[in-house]
């Protein structure tokens, strides 16, 4: 059973402010399939293949690692992954890349957040994607006693959740803009949101232990919202899977790990000394330390390359 040594109030300390997210690791069924819907809807670049494994990005660093296993299948009612989000450098290429997928006719769902432009879908094998800009010029949202509150920059208030206006979105595209292009090397992981079985428990492993600062936590819609120096989150909870919900059995397509990248040595340190400090059991893997929530879902610890 997790215990935390620590309560989401009473932590003297935080996880470095320049902390960010690196890769997302899956498990899939197919990998000549996902190679493919990554490369062509997605825009992703193909890093490099070996086996039964593959790295994809924008051309630096990994943001999306597959790991092809046999006999594997999708499971509903399970801890994991809910949608990792990748983050767009301004809302042109947001555009660009909701263009493709039109262009496609592939299946995604435009909203407005106000503070993000934003649009979701699921790969070939249900894994949860956000596409993202920030748009704070447009609003601002909070988490106060509770409830999550969004207003526009004309101080009205919004559900946050608003049908994008794709034809404004659109105006930020030139006329010579393609869209059968790779995403911009600025793109990146912006956040992932988890399914977790318990919304206090997660808490108190990302904030207690990990040292994420908690953003808010909305008990209406069973969610939190944990980050680094102040961003509105790198790590979202919820449990819409399921209270108490199990992990996801070891045949099963899905999260394998997410990657916290730490700045530094010692930033990586104070991390890993509280996750000893805590009893956590983990493991050195060659993508960093490996450990796991409370629900399961792996989390690799590294400096950032």
Known sequence: MYTSPTSQTQTEFSIHPQTLLGHVSLTVASLDNQITFYQQAMGFKLHWR??????????????????????????????????????????????????????????????????????????????????????????????????YITRRKDGSLSNGREPLDLDELFTHLKEDDKVDVPIPAEARVGHVHLHVRDIDEAVDFYHGVLGFDVMGVVKDFQMAFVSAGGYHHHIGLNTWQGRGA?????????????????????????????????????????????????????VVLRVKE
């Open 246 to 298: 199990p992990p996801p059995p070891a045949d099963a397509v899905g999260l394998r790990h997410f990657t916290v990248e730490l700045p530094n040595q010692q930033a990586l340190d104070d991390v890993i000394a509280r996750v000893d400090a805590a009893g956590l059991p983990s493991n050195q893997t060659d993508d960093g330390l490996l450990v796991h929530d409370p629900s399961q879902n792996g």
């Open 50 to 147: 070996e086996n039964n494994r593959a790295g994809l990005g924008s051309g630096g660093a990994d943001l999306l690692r597959l790991v092809e296993e046999p006999n594997v299948k999708k499971y509903s009612r399970v801890t994991g992954l809910y949608h990792a989000a990748y983050l767009f450098p301004n809302q042109r290429e947001l555009a660009r890349a909701m263009a493709r997928l039109f262009v496609l006719k592939y299946p995604n769902s435009p909203t407005d957040h106000i503070m993000t432009k934003t649009t979701y879908l699921d790969d070939l094998e249900a894994n949860g994607i956000e596409l993202y800009a920030e748009s704070p010029e447009d609003g601002t949202w909070s988490l106060t006693d509770g409830q």
